[in-house]
């Protein structure tokens, strides 16, 4: 996509360069500069116009971003931070060791400093911790004509226009106006006539809670408000994205039995994903523990059946995959507000059937393929298949409740995904499994 431009970059012929690079969207141009070195990505940044630069630098890893701090100086750094929005501001911030923010606040205006010490005050996971304070806010005693007079003169430097806020002399949020709406109203109508109802956030929502709203409200901008409803900033649409993509970045992790990363995987060095992994894989191989005191609990049942042995690894694998299905739906539904407590036991009826159709008709496979290919008798074909239908049924209403269960005592309903999910059903599996075999085959 840019080998041209990066052929004349390689070139030194920056000037050039320069020409077709302005012409892209600044997404591709943070893209471009990944792919050339520091220096020469350095040379490029400071030859963009300075609106551009700003919103590539918002665009850019954290890594990056300390690299053209650290290398500009004071002036193009007030430059970036007078043309970077509130929370692309705050957002950089919160990523920089203290050398660097201290350079950066060095370079900002006392009113700046006091809006971004502010919203740094806000815990990471709430909706304070996303939002800007550059927004349109409207008096309500305004008319249309005032109105645009006054996004005229303010709107500019505000990260959107689409959306306005109606405010009483208190700046307690009264209400929002379309700016469509407004252009198309009669010049002397005032705002609270023109006014619709407005959903909005406290600062101190939880902003997965706030991601859930704008999906519900298909909205693109919210705005947020104190304890006293007075409007103290917006939420828009992108940072949003960010917050979903960030939830469901940790839910992978946290599904696959990893602690939750921030960087990315080529960003992070080896002992960090080390650490990462080893907490959760040392809890797993404790907690299958469990399995092997069962194993020799029943070494008994085993030695007398040796041909059992080879159908434990079929068991407990189908019993753990049994699991993670109905987990991973329920943990889904879960996320997307769908299921709460009180619905625990329709989850507990409706998983028993799923559980009970799937594991009968594995059973009856298994048991044709096993008198079919394995030289074993009816009893010992019985036993395994008579598990297996037990260990699927238990599988399916436990992978269903566990995740609710853990929402309810304030736990992430994620780690009862596939791993922990897994290991609980291996040690049923082989408890149910020799239980029944002794049972059926008389085996003290």
Known sequence: MFENI???????????????????????????????????????????????????????????????????????????????????????????????????????????????????????????????TEFVDLKKEMTARDALEHIRKTGMDKETIDTCYVISAQRKLEGEISIRKLILSEPDTLMCDLMETVKSVQTLTDKEETAYLFRKYNLISMPVVDNENRLVGIITVDDVIDVIEQENTEDFHKMAAIAPSEKEYLDTGVISLAKNRIVWLLVLMISATFTGMIIRYFEATL???????????????????????????????????????????????????????????LAVVNFARIMIFDEVGVLVAFTVCAS????????????????????????DPVIMASPIITTILDAVSLFVYFSFATTFLGIA
């Open 388 to 411: 297996l239908f037990c260990i699927v049924t238990f599988a399916k209403v436990v992978g269903g409740m566990l995740p609710i269960a853990a929402k309810q005592i304030h736990l």
């Open 6 to 132: 990066i052929e004349l970059i390689e070139e030194n012929k920056l000037f050039e360069a320069r020409k077709y690079i302005i012409e892209l969207n600044e997404v591709d141009i943070e893209q471009l500069l990944g792919e050339i070195p520091q220096d020469k990505m350095l040379r490029i940044f400071r030859m963009l116009p300075k609106e551009t630069a700003a919103e590539v630098f918002a665009e850019m890893d954290s890594d990056r971003q300390q690299y053209i701090i650290e290398s500009i100086t004071d002036r193009e750094i007030n430059s970036i931070m007078d043309e970077l929005y509130m929370d692309d501001t705050v957002d950089f911030i919160e990523e920089m060791p203290a050398n660097v923010v201290k350079k950066v606040l060095r370079n900002t205006d006392e009113a700046t400093r006091k809006i971004i010490n502010q919203l740094l005050k806000y815990p990471d996971d709430c909706a304070g911790s996303i939002m800007t």
């Open 303 to 361: 030695s007398q059946v040796v041909a059992l042995t080879a159908y434990m690894p079929m068991l407990m694998g189908t019993g753990g995959n049994a699991g993670a299905q109905s987990s991973t739906m329920i943990i889904r539904s879960l996320s997307l507000n769908e299921l709460e407590f009180k619905d625990i036991f329709k989850v507990m009826w409706k998983e028993l059937r799923v559980g009970i159709l799937t594991a009968f008709m």
